[in-house]
Every structure is written in C-alpha cells, then in structure tokens.
C-alpha cells in the first residue's frame, strides 16, 4: 500500500500567488488544497488533517490571524506559518505570539518557501509528544535543569511547549542559573535535535572579528583570509543558534544581525551573493534588555524580533528544594569513575542557608574546591568555604550559625584576620583567576565562563592584577 504525501492547506486570496504556491509545494511531493478565505479554510480544516497550513495575513473575510489562533487551538499538532507583507515585521512578531510556527515575508522567496515546509513536516512528524528525536541530551538532564521543585517542572513544561516552534526565544536569568542548559533542552525537544546547535558568547568575540565569525568570509576577502570559511549562522543551519549574552553585541552589529535574521539570509565577507539559512534562534542574558533599549545601549527593532518569547530561568535561591538532587548530580559528574564523593552531617544544611549569588555554577564551584579538601571522599561543612554575607534568611549560612556561639563574637577569638583587607582580596582574587586559567590551559574564554563573569570583565581584572599568559 503506498504512503499518503503530507498534505497541505494554502489560504490566499490571490490567485497568481496560491498557484505559485501550489506549483512549489506540489513540486515537493506534497498533496495541495486551497482556499481564498477564512470560512472556506476553516471548512477544509474540519474535513482532512494537514501537516502544514500556510495562510496569508489578510483575507476578503477576515485575518489569517484567527486561522493563527482557531489551528493553535483546535489542531495543536499541525503547524501553521504565515504570510506578510514586505516590512510587516510586526504582524509577524503578532502571529508567532499568536502561536504561528514561522512566517515568510512576500515577495515570496522560493528557497525560503521550501525551507520552511521542510522544518513544518520535522515538527508534524514529532507531534504529539515532540521527543521522537530522543530526550534532552545528557548535559540537560544532568545539570542545571535537574530538580523536582515546581519552578522546575513549570520551565520544563514550558521547554515543551517551545520546542515545537520557529519563533526566537529571549531567554532570561542571572548568571549561572542555566541560561544555555535551557536553550540546548529546547533544541534537544525540538525537531531539530539532529541538526547542529551552536552557542556563542557575543560577549567573548571582539568587535572587528564579529562579521566574519556570525557570517563568514571568502578567501582573500582581507588579509589573513587563506580559504573560505562558514560563520555561525551557516554553522547552524538546520538547527539552533544560541546568541549568549546578547546584550553585549555592539551596535553597529546589531544592525547586521537583525537584517540576517529578517531576510533569513547572510553574506560572506568578499561574496557577491547571500545564501539563504534555516536557523532557530534563542538569545539569552543575565541583563534587563528592556532597560538596555530605554538606555540606548540595544536596538529596540532588535529587541522586539529577538524577545518574541520570553523564558525565564529560576535561580537556584528560589529551588533550593533541588540543592539534595543538584549536588548528586555534580559531584557523580566530579566522580568521573565512579568513585562519587559523599556529604557529611551538615553540609546540606549549610547549602540551604547560602543564598548562591552565583546560582548554581557557583555551587558547583563550591562543590569542587570542596571535595579537594575533602578526606577521604567527604566533604565535611568546613570543606565548603561559603562566603560571608550571603546566607539565606537574611544570614549567612554557616557564619550565622557560628556567630550564635558567644565564644565567636569577640574580636579576640578571631586571630587570622587579615593586616589589610583591600590586599587580602586582591590575592584571593588573583589567587581564583590565576586557577581557573590554570585548569582552561590560558583559555580566557572559558576561564571567564568558570567564573560566571564576561570576557572583557576578566581581561580588565587580568590587566588590574598585572596577570600575563606564560610564555610558551
């Protein structure tokens, strides 16, 4: 018995355009149906299922808005994209919120077209449950995202429900918390689990290196240029890009990125020509990007086709529910060979009380100079080292609990106080730099995402405490 081809439903009112449609889709191998309104397309809805339905934005009896809404709604498992205008990019940020899956802009982009029909049928075959390309990959489920808290199981719900569509997504939480662990169990959720994801830190690449790293370059294009290379969006294509810490992309490449994302196209450095790219899109930041368009330090059309979705990331302070299963986690991952660390008496006590400024990337840190002084496996409440200041309930955690001892508050009990505070902090400060550069081999990238700060902040510290990579 021979298999049906997807089927899909096209809603045009204008006959030149719905034939070309019809033409390019059936040239796909793709059963067609039509309708020039509202009431006819909602006729077709009710007699065959679709994998795809392509409606145009304004229509004799209505908006392909309602189609948007009544498809969202009563066909959850069938996408539905739609046409707009030249420059309409409003009503396409209004369908995507609407629960639209894509959009194409018109003149109608033939390649564009087919690209978006392909990704439609990946989410279609993925439907009901969207895990057909397997489960969030491990670094997901074993990380930051682990926990039962509600918080938790409300984000990972709503992860769920991301995952089927095309529309960015900003997504927003303090340092540490997860941000990217979010974005990888979107992509791994999605239909294009299969196809590349790509994370870049905007924050970590300089300013005259962006067009070539995010587009690409040609040989020859400038000096040093010796072959050809892809940029993150051709890198991605077919799947996620991640644009981390996107509040720090300088103006001047904003302005590039939002024409790349509004044509869907990009152009090499040296190319006559642009290519198109089918690329999902998530942003993420630890910093308020509304308050950055009201400083004028982001674009506000920028702003508004990146922030379509917003996904907020809990910090651990509100899920410390999840410290127990969080901490297992890391230290089985500290373990590596199986030879896991244990808690002793106290210690998770001692983390509830902490308030995790650094959420939950400083509470591996923690976890990780903890289990170096640790004997014989055991890291004891004294192993953890927490700082001062930062306890829950308006305490400090295992200070708190020390200075209810009469013996601990009289300056004479205290016989290690530093000479010199300000000094004593500067060579803790060079102390943690000079070891996380240590364990990235000099690697400034990632030594600054260890530390959970920017690139440029920990190369101002760097040159602060005179700290020089060794000579090879």
């Known amino acids: 018995m021979s298999v049906r081809s997807p089927r899909v439903l096209v809603v045009d009112d204008e006959a030149d355009l719905r034939e070309l449609l019809e033409l390019t889709l059936v040239k796909m191998g793709l059963d067609v149906d039509s309708a020039a309104t509202v009431a006819e397309a909602r006729a ?8 795809l339905v392509l409606t145009d934005m304004r229509l004799p009896d209505g908006l392909g808005l309602e189609l948007v809404r009544d498809v969202a709604t009563t066909y959850k498992n069938t996408p539905i994209a739609v046409v707009t205008a030249f420059g309409s990019a409003d009503n396409a940020v209004v369908a995507l919120k609407a629960g639209a899956f894509d959009y194409i802009a018109k003149p109608v982009a033939l390649d564009q077209l087919r690209l978006l029909v392909r990704s439609a049928l990946r989410v279609h075959e993925a439907a009901p449950g969207v895990h057909s390309n397997g489960p969030a990959d491990a670094d997901a489920v074993d990380g930051r995202l682990k926990g039962g808290s509600a918080v938790m199981a409300a984000l990972r719900a709503q992860i769920g429900r991301l995952a089927r569509s095309m529309a960015p997504i900003a997504i927003h939480g303090e340092s540490g918390s997860g941000k990217e ?44 240029a010796a072959d050809d290379r892809d940029g993150f969006f051709q890198a991605a294509n077919g799947g996620t890009l ?8 300088p103006l001047a490449m904003q302005v590039k990125l939002l024409r790349a994302i509004q044509e869907r196209r990009v152009r090499k450095i040296g190319a006559t020509s642009e290519e198109p790219v089918d690329v999902r899109l998530i942003s993420a930041t630890h910093k308020n990007l509304a308050r950055c368009v009201e400083q004028g330090a982001f674009r506000q059309d920028l702003f508004y086709r990146l922030n379509v979705i917003e996904l907020a990331v809990p910090p651990l302070r509100e899920r410390q529910g999840d410290l127990p299963a969080l901490a297992d986690a890391i230290l089985e991952r500290l373990g590596g060979g ?23 990337r400083e509470l591996e840190n923690i976890l990780e100079r903890a289990l170096a002084f640790a004997n014989d496996g055991v890291i004891e409440v004294a192993d953890l080292a927490l ?64 530390l959970g700060i920017s690139f440029r902040q920990l190369r101002y510290q760097m040159q602060k405490l005179n700290i020089q990579e060794p000579e090879a």
């Open 181 to 224: 662990l979010a974005a990888r169990e979107i992509h791994a959720r999605s239909p294009r689990a299969g196809q590349p994801f790509i994370a870049v830190n905007c924050g970590a690449i300089p300013e005259a290196l962006m067009e070539a790293e995010f587009f690409g370059y040609r040989k020859g294009a400038f000096t040093g």
């Open 242 to 249: 991640l644009l981390d810490e996107v509040a720090d992309l």
């Open 338 to 360: 199986g030879h896991k660390a244990a808690l002793g008496p106290g210690v998770l006590e001692a983390l509830a009380g902490y308030r995790f400024p650094g959420n939950v």
């Open 387 to 450: 700082k001062a200041g930062q306890g829950g309930q308006g305490g400090d955690g295992v200070a708190a609990a020390a200075a209810a001892s009469p013996a601990s508050s009289s300056p004479a009990s205290s016989p290690d106080l530093p000479a010199s505070l300000p000094d004593y902090l500067i060579a803790i400060e060079r102390d943690i730099i000079l070891r996380a550069l240590a364990q990235t081999q000099f690697n400034r990238t990632q030594a600054a995402q260890l």
């Open 44 to 51: 077709l809805l009710a007699r065959h299922p679709y994998q």
